[in-house]
């Protein structure tokens, strides 16, 4: 069964660009997950969508963070315009409604210089 | 309010011991999860196992064993027979429910293990 897919695995831009991620979740997953871990930290949930839906986006910074799922499977995380502090992984994550564990994705590392 | 606490930022271990990560969590609901994941340098999260709050029985996953202590409020992940490849951060996560959500995980800190020859 393949995994969480995201790309890029890297990538590094200027401050007051965009840039955008991409995230393909475990076929038959309901749930996706946006999560950001900045070095040293644990993960930090952003954004969690069911099916194309969004759950809960208390934690995403709106007037910079955007996401959609269209058609209830795979997603983009978009950043515009980023900031230095924006730097970090961004962790991709799927699970089946009601099921327990998270599946995650081997993540984006942004730098933003 | 739901907190997850790792105190331990950094630890060694010898080949082929054993090592505990301590977690303690925090939460009022008396319905949780609690998960081990380990990252890689690579930086994937791996799900290593998990406790439910109702399991009467601590959960064991091969060489991964929970050591969960309701009334401490402490899940603490034992790895027995230590390996080189289990050096990696080691982080501890609570299954909380957010506004009729479910399957939020808030992570701890981490713990930075290595396991030396």
């Known amino acids: 069964e393949a995994g969480v897919a995201q790309s890029p695995r890297y990538k590094i831009i200027e401050k007051r660009q965009s840039v955008a991620f991409w995230c393909n979740p475990i076929?038959?997953?309901?749930?996706l997950y946006w999560y950001q871990q900045i070095l040293g930290q644990g993960p930090k949930l952003l954004i969690q969508f069911q099916n194309n839906g969004v759950v809960d986006d208390s934690q995403l910074p709106k007037d910079r963070f955007s996401a959609e799922r269209l058609k209830g499977v795979d997603s983009t995380l978009k950043i515009q315009p980023a900031k230095l502090e924006d730097s970090a992984v961004y962790l991709c994550a799927s699970s089946l409604v009601g099921s327990r564990p998270l599946y995650f994705g081997a993540g984006t590392r942004l730098s933003v210089l | 309010a739901q907190k997850i606490t790792q105190t331990q930022p950094g630890m060694f271990v010898q080949e082929k011991e054993a090592v505990t990560l301590d977690c303690t969590y925090d939460?009022?609901?008396?319905?949780?999860?609690l998960f081990w994941y380990k990252q890689p340098s690579s930086g994937e999260m791996i799900f290593l196992i998990y406790q439910g709050s109702y399991d009467q029985q601590n959960a064991t996953e091969g060489r991964y064993s929970l050591n969960f202590q309701k009334a401490r409020k402490s899940a603490n992940l034992v790895i027995s027979a230590s390996q080189l490849g289990d050096s990696a951060m080691y982080f501890c996560?609570?299954?909380?429910?957010?506004?009729?959500?479910?399957?939020?995980?808030?992570f701890g800190t981490g713990t930075l293990l290595a396991v030396q020859p």
């Open positions: 939460t009022s609901d008396p319905s949780y999860g």
């Open positions: 076929s038959g997953h309901a749930t």
């Open positions: 996560a609570m299954r909380v429910l957010y506004g009729g959500a479910t399957n939020k995980l808030i």
